[in-house]
């Protein structure tokens, strides 16, 4: 499909949206489930969280790599010329880093599980990924079959990493939301608009 001079395509927006609503969702049941796994009463619930978390992080994964192929082979609109030069390098920043967050995060996540070491309790602690309890997602051979200590070591910094992404992602919506409403609310330009699904009425 081809991006109009004002506005994105139907892919791009539905890549947008999707990862977006993802991301909202995976990031606070993050939060919770790494905290309820050492509460006995919530063990059962945090164990079902972290299913749904990787299965919707291993679904950003995908999407994310699609979505970065649709960019780097379709243009997008250029934004307003009366933007600052400034503004208009913090916009590319922006993206560039978001790109980097969408598929760096879910991915750091899938290293860790496919280590199947616990990096509290630096211990084997091999659990299978069941996308969505349809069917096992596999392990990256590489980290699974390495030695004891390599997997010790690729847990906890992957680990980390996971968690400083998840924080640097947060970060990042927030400023682009915050971007996104001053263009709305105080540029009284299209930049919001472009990226929002347009509905037809009959």
Do not use: C
Not at 96 to 121: E, K, R
């Amino acid at each position: 499909m081809r991006v109009s001079s004002a506005r994105y395509g139907t892919v791009a927006i539905v890549f947008h949206w999707t990862i977006a609503l993802a991301i909202l969702a995976m990031l606070p049941l993050g939060w919770w489930m790494t905290s309820a796994i050492n509460d006995p009463a919530n063990m059962g619930a945090a164990f079902k969280a972290y299913q749904i978390h990787k299965s919707i992080g291993l679904t950003v994964l995908v999407l994310s790599v699609l979505r970065l192929l649709w960019r780097l082979t379709h243009p997008v609109p250029p934004l307003p010329p009366e933007m600052k030069g400034w503004e208009k390098l913090a916009a590319h920043l922006t993206h560039i880093g978001f790109y980097i967050l969408i598929i760096a995060l879910p991915l750091t996540g899938w290293i860790y599980v496919s280590a199947g070491w616990s990096a509290s309790t630096d211990s084997p602690f091999a659990i299978p990924t069941i996308w969505f309890g349809y069917f096992e997602w596999p392990h990256i051979s590489m980290i699974a079959g390495a030695g004891d200590a390599t997997r010790s070591t690729t847990a906890r910094l992957s680990l980390e990493a996971h968690e400083w992404l998840g924080w640097g992602a947060t970060a990042l919506i927030v400023l682009h939301v915050a971007a996104a409403l001053k263009h709305h609310l105080v540029n009284h330009d299209d930049v919001l608009n472009r990226m929002l699904p347009r509905f037809r009425r009959d």
